[in-house]
């Protein structure tokens, strides 16, 4: 996602192909174009792959997506504030829990689907 000119990539999973390790990640991490620096921020609230994420206007959210550990599947909403460097949950997403949604947002309303 992009917020105030700053790019934010965070959370997926790896498999080790030769170990069969998985790694599930929760960080989030923030790169300024203007110093070409990433800059650690606050972890989310679990690990998280697949999940859906957009920006309204000076914040973030993330949702829904796969996690490992009850529940797999998961329906939860996010809003990241990059001012205050914190996750603030909100509604969840209605329906069905799920993962691999498409997600935007336009003229400040946020959109989830398929």
């Not at 796969?66 to 529940?71: F, R």
């Amino acid at each position: 996602m992009s917020i105030e000119g700053k790019g934010y990539i965070g959370l997926g999973h790896y498999t080790n192909e030769q170990t069969q390790d998985n790694i599930d990640y929760m960080d989030l991490w923030e790169y300024d174009t203007v110093n070409d620096t990433w800059t650690k921020k606050a972890n989310f609230v679990n690990s998280r792959k697949l999940a859906v994420a957009f920006s309204i206007g000076h914040k973030g959210y993330v949702g829904a997506g796969y996690s490992i550990g009850a529940p797999n599947l998961n329906n939860d909403f996010w809003q990241y504030d990059p001012s205050s460097n914190f996750w603030t949950q909100k509604a969840d997403i209605p329906d069905s829990p799920r993962m691999e949604a498409v997600g935007f947002s336009i003229a400040g309303k946020g959109y989830v689907g398929t």
